[in-house]
Each structure stands twice: as structure tokens, then as C-alpha cells.
């Protein structure tokens, strides 16, 4: 109890605390890939741009069996791609800035943990019991959005970005940066996206949406998740209804978790 009546300095002071030790866990996550390029940089972000990656396999595997077409006139990448880099200090600072957003997404689980112990202390006891699963589920949406950018939203983007052509004179030859920016975008922003329905769940807890709301502007939501869609992806159909139908699977989860939320504060 005396928990929940400390003062508003302690309160910053023991926020102040977990922040310190958010940021620790970021920096030794970093220090961890840093020491680690090779297969970060090798195996990980340069995985997409070459020919064998598992995506580009899986995908043939796929068209072989099921459709019946030859891997060679169906390939996602002839040939792994070319990137220079065209800044003196441009692959040092690629190297700092993705190990940077890779030690922050290693981190994310401690993180959220750090978090819910701060709020902890405000819970009552119903809320503590329930508040672990929501810290699991959030860490699960989190990694869950990281895998798909990676291993689906980036191979289309990278294929489209390939495989597009003005004319075949120009020969593509693709920039460091762009690249790295192509693959932290894409991961990060659909590991974001995928917190969704925890957003709607807190937002319904707190009684600024309800279940009635989400349902009567679901043909909004459409729209509005389209546009967001064709804004993370080049704007071909083809990536755009990947990344849709996620994000519409997610509404459906929020709208269901709202649904219920209301029905036990009922």
C-alpha cells in the first residue's frame, strides 16, 4: 500500500531507475552484435539479397509443387544483388545505427519486463494475475511483427525493387544505405504494427474505444489499414495484400479482444 502512495519525485526516481536499466540491456544487447558482424551483417541483414535465402527457397518449393512452374522462370533473385557503399564512413556508421536497432529489438522482451515492474506496483490483485500473459502476448505480437518483416515483407519489397524496370539500359546497382534503411523499416515498423491489438486492449481498458466503436468503422478501418499497407510497401498489389491481410487479422483480434473486454467490465 505504501507502494501506491509514493510521492511524484519517488515515482520519477524509480522510472528514472528502470530506464537506466532499459538502456543497459540495449547497450550490452549492441556490444553483443557488434562483437558478432559477421553474422549479422553475412548471415542476417544481407540474407534477403542473395539468391539462396530461405523466403526465395520456400517460394520455390512452392511453385514447383503446387503450380507446377519451373523454379529458373519464377526466381524472386537471378543473382544476389550488387550494393556499394558510397560514403567513407558509410559502412561504420551502418554498422553502429544496425547494431543499434538489432540490440533494441534483442532487448525488447527486458524491456517490456522493466515496464510492468514499474507499473506493478499500481496493479491490484486481479490485474497482477492477468498482467503477466499481456506482458508474454505483447513480447509475442513484438517478435512475431519482426519475423514477418523479415522473413515476408522484406523478400517482396527487395524482388519488386529487383525485378522493376524503366528500361534495361540503367544497370541496378543498390546503395548501402538504402538498403540497411529498406530492412530496418520494414522490420521494425511491422514489429510496431503488430502491437495492434494491445493498443486497442489498453485503449479499451481505459474506455476511449469500444467494441461497438471498432465494429460500426470496420469498412473505415479498411481503409485506413490500406493506406497504411501501400504506405510500408512500393505500392504493387502483390506486397500490399501481403502486408493487408495480416493487418486485417489483427483488427479482427482487437476487435475480438475490445469485444471482450467490455463484456467482463460489464
Given at each position: 500500500m505504501n507502494e501506491n502512495k509514493m510521492p511524484f519525485w519517488k515515482h520519477i526516481e524509480e522510472l528514472r531507475k528502470h530506464i537506466i536499466h532499459c538502456l543497459c540491456a540495449i547497450i550490452i544487447a549492441m556490444i553483443i552484435l557488434m562483437n558478432n558482424k559477421n553474422i549479422i551483417f553475412d548471415y542476417i541483414i544481407f540474407g534477403p539479397a542473395k539468391t539462396d535465402f530461405i523466403t526465395y527457397r520456400v517460394f520455390y518449393k512452392l511453385a514447383n509443387s503446387f503450380?507446377?512452374?519451373?523454379?529458373?522462370?519464377?526466381?524472386f533473385l537471378y543473382k544476389n544483388l550488387e550494393i556499394?557503399?558510397?560514403q567513407i564512413f558509410g559502412q561504420f556508421n551502418i554498422y553502429v545505427w544496425t547494431c543499434f536497432i538489432g540490440g533494441v529489438i534483442l532487448s525488447?522482451?527486458?524491456?517490456?519486463?522493466?515496464?510492468?515492474?514499474?507499473?506493478k506496483p499500481a496493479?491490484?490483485?486481479?490485474?497482477?494475475?492477468?498482467?503477466?500473459?499481456?506482458?508474454?502476448?505483447?513480447?509475442?505480437?513484438?517478435l512475431l511483427g519482426i519475423f514477418f518483416g523479415y522473413f515476408?515483407?522484406?523478400p517482396f519489397l527487395i524482388h519488386f525493387g529487383y525485378s522493376f524496370r524503366i528500361s534495361y539500359i540503367p544497370k541496378n546497382i543498390f546503395d548501402l544505405s538504402d538498403y540497411i534503411s529498406l530492412i530496418v523499416h520494414s522490420v521494425f515498423s511491422m514489429g510496431i504494427i503488430f502491437l495492434f491489438p494491445f493498443l486497442i486492449f489498453f485503449l479499451t481498458k481505459m474506455e476511449?474505444?469500444?467494441?461497438?466503436?471498432l465494429?460500426?468503422?470496420?469498412?473505415?478501418?479498411?481503409?485506413?489499414?490500406l493506406v497504411i499497407a501501400s504506405a510500408i510497401t512500393p505500392g504493387d498489389i502483390l506486397s500490399t495484400i501481403i502486408v493487408l491481410i495480416p493487418l486485417l487479422i489483427l483488427y479482427q483480434v482487437s476487435v475480438?479482444?475490445?469485444?471482450?473486454t467490455n463484456k467482463k467490465a460489464s
Amino acid at each position: 500500500m505504501n507502494e501506491n502512495k509514493m510521492p511524484f519525485w519517488k515515482h520519477i526516481e524509480e522510472l528514472r531507475k528502470h530506464i537506466i536499466h532499459c538502456l543497459c540491456a540495449i547497450i550490452i544487447a549492441m556490444i553483443i552484435l557488434m562483437n558478432n558482424k559477421n553474422i549479422i551483417f553475412d548471415y542476417i541483414i544481407f540474407g534477403p539479397a542473395k539468391t539462396d535465402f530461405i523466403t526465395y527457397r520456400v517460394f520455390y518449393k512452392l511453385a514447383n509443387s503446387f503450380l507446377g512452374v519451373h523454379l529458373n522462370s519464377i526466381s524472386f533473385l537471378y543473382k544476389n544483388l550488387e550494393i556499394q557503399n558510397r560514403q567513407i564512413f558509410g559502412q561504420f556508421n551502418i554498422y553502429v545505427w544496425t547494431c543499434f536497432i538489432g540490440g533494441v529489438i534483442l532487448s525488447f522482451p527486458y524491456v517490456v519486463y522493466e515496464f510492468w515492474k514499474f507499473i506493478k506496483p499500481a496493479l491490484s490483485d486481479e490485474e497482477k494475475k492477468y498482467s503477466l500473459w499481456i506482458l508474454i502476448m505483447v513480447t509475442f505480437l513484438f517478435l512475431l511483427g519482426i519475423f514477418f518483416g523479415y522473413f515476408i515483407l522484406c523478400p517482396f519489397l527487395i524482388h519488386f525493387g529487383y525485378s522493376f524496370r524503366i528500361s534495361y539500359i540503367p544497370k541496378n546497382i543498390f546503395d548501402l544505405s538504402d538498403y540497411i534503411s529498406l530492412i530496418v523499416h520494414s522490420v521494425f515498423s511491422m514489429g510496431i504494427i503488430f502491437l495492434f491489438p494491445f493498443l486497442i486492449f489498453f485503449l479499451t481498458k481505459m474506455e476511449l474505444i469500444s467494441y461497438s466503436f471498432l465494429k460500426k468503422y470496420r469498412k473505415h478501418a479498411f481503409l485506413i489499414l490500406l493506406v497504411i499497407a501501400s504506405a510500408i510497401t512500393p505500392g504493387d498489389i502483390l506486397s500490399t495484400i501481403i502486408v493487408l491481410i495480416p493487418l486485417l487479422i489483427l483488427y479482427q483480434v482487437s476487435v475480438y479482444i475490445s469485444f471482450q473486454t467490455n463484456k467482463k467490465a460489464s
